[in-house]
């Protein structure tokens, strides 16, 4: 965390930026309620209470999109662990700030730090064909036929269906960086 802090006030200070639309302008609640759940994120952060913080960067960014609400929800996922869900963060974050070159530069930095930290996981299916099948981890459908699938570090369920074959569920662990190969029985 300590090595992101002056990154993180240019964000910041870039963030307020964009939640603050200038006296001239009246403010729509979403607006107001979209800056108040920011400034309660940065208080949880900085109180290293990541489940506090994190949904209310979320909550800040899904009522107003500014950029720095979803690039603090990228920092706070990442320190709190979530890899995956941060990598996929930045990378959102990234299209949002295409033409701010100094933003720009400092989310490519944390992308290409990432990127070889976030785990995987590579399922196949002794038949991929099956009729109906359906793959879930933690009951989120993934396209096995597209490769390894990111995963935050931990624990996970994975659970595949197909028409009148018995449903297959299996329990898997990631830490950091790593990749698990699954292979599904189901029929």
Not at 116 to 131: G, I, L, Q, S, Y
């Given at each position: 965390m300590i090595r992101f802090e002056a990154g993180l006030s240019v964000l910041a200070l870039a963030a307020c930026a964009g939640l603050a639309s200038g006296p001239a302008r009246a403010q729509s609640p979403d607006t107001e309620r979209g800056r108040e759940l920011y400034e309660q994120g940065q208080k949880a952060m900085a109180a290293r209470d990541y489940a506090t913080a994190c949904p209310r960067f979320e909550e800040s960014y899904k009522l107003g999109g500014v950029a720095g609400s979803l690039l603090n929800w990228a920092d706070c996922e990442e320190t709190r662990g979530r890899l995956a869900t941060a990598l996929e963060l930045w990378k959102q974050?990234?299209?949002?700030?295409?033409?701010?070159?100094?933003?720009?530069?400092?989310?490519?930095?944390?992308?290409?730090?990432?990127?070889?930290?976030?785990?995987?996981?590579?399922?196949?299916?002794?038949?991929?064909?099956?009729?109906?099948?359906?793959?879930?981890?933690?009951?989120?459908?993934?396209?096995?036929?597209?490769?390894?699938?990111?995963?935050?570090?931990?624990?996970?369920?994975?659970?595949?269906?197909?028409?009148?074959?018995?449903?297959?569920?299996q329990a898997f662990e990631l830490g950091p960086a790593e990749t698990k190969k699954l292979t599904l029985q189901i029929r």
């Open positions: 974050g990234e299209a949002k700030v295409v033409r701010e070159p100094e933003r720009l530069d400092f989310v490519t930095k944390r992308i290409a730090a990432l990127t070889p930290r976030v785990p995987h996981v590579e399922v196949t299916a002794a038949d991929p064909r099956a009729e109906g099948l359906r793959v879930e981890i933690d009951g989120a459908v993934i396209d096995i036929t597209r490769g390894p699938v990111a995963v935050d570090p931990g624990k996970h369920t994975l659970r595949a269906t197909a028409n009148g074959a018995p449903a297959e569920e």
